[in-house]
């Protein structure tokens, strides 16, 4: 699954860390409708004043992840695991679409540093290592979406992937395993030079990932 967030905060605003703080509280289920968001705890959490944390949240708010009620402030809109997949299924495309078009632009140096970072993702998957999974994950993600050499479906893909989780993502059922396991089809596709078998892996990766999260937001919706 692809994943910017933790690697890119420190060059956000504090409004667009905030957004992505309580963006990824909501999509991993820790806060949930209809709850209402705390401005003076997230600033705490964060180490900011308020001021910041309600335009954050704004921005949330124009996303549909948050309602302001009157005189009551930010609470949590509803948010189904059909919600959840209809995100994962515009990411898939995108990247679907940018793994097609890398597949035959990739260096033999390219497919061989795929390689070395599944077998990171292996090692660190085997020996419990969550932070360094997330972090060889976003660095596979992201080669594979530079070669596909489209400025502006990466934007967009940027756009998508404000929704998969950076954090509590162990709590998800199978997200983890589904983080090495799916690289596996996708990287016999890219050895392959093949761009349909490679937009199908990397379509079907990311539509399993939303299926997992869906099924956890759904749990959570009826705990």
Do not use: C
């Not at 335009?55 to 509803?78: D, H, I, S």
């Not at 189904?80 to 632009?105: C, K, N, Y």
């Not at 596996?184 to 299926?211: F, N, S, T, V």
């Amino acid at each position: 699954m692809t994943n910017t967030t933790s690697r890119t905060r420190g060059k956000r605003s504090l409004p667009d860390q905030v957004a992505a703080h309580v963006r990824e509280l909501i999509m991993s289920g820790q806060l949930r409708f209809p709850e209402f968001v705390r401005l003076d705890q997230v600033a705490a959490d964060l180490g900011i004043s308020v001021t910041p944390v309600r335009e954050g949240l704004l921005t949330l708010r124009a996303e549909g992840l948050l309602q302001l009620e009157p005189r009551r402030g930010f609470m949590v809109a509803p948010l189904s695991g059909d919600d959840v997949r209809d995100l994962f299924w515009v990411q898939a495309q995108l990247e679907g679409e940018l793994a097609a078009r890398a597949a035959p632009r990739l260096s033999d140096d390219d497919l061989a540093r795929l390689d070395e970072l599944q077998r990171g993702l292996a090692d660190a998957l085997a020996e419990g290592r969550l932070d360094e999974i997330e972090d060889l994950n976003h660095r596979f993600h992201h080669l594979l979406a530079m070669a596909g050499r489209s400025p502006k479906l990466t934007w967009f893909l940027g756009q998508a992937v404000k929704h998969t989780p950076s954090r509590y993502y162990e709590t998800i059922d199978g997200w983890v395993q589904a983080s090495v396991d799916d690289h596996y089809p996708i990287l016999e596709a890219l050895h392959a030079r093949d761009p349909e078998a490679a937009r199908k892996a990397m379509q079907d990766h990311i539509r399993h990932a939303g299926e997992l999260l869906g099924r956890h937001v759904d749990r959570r919706a009826a705990e």
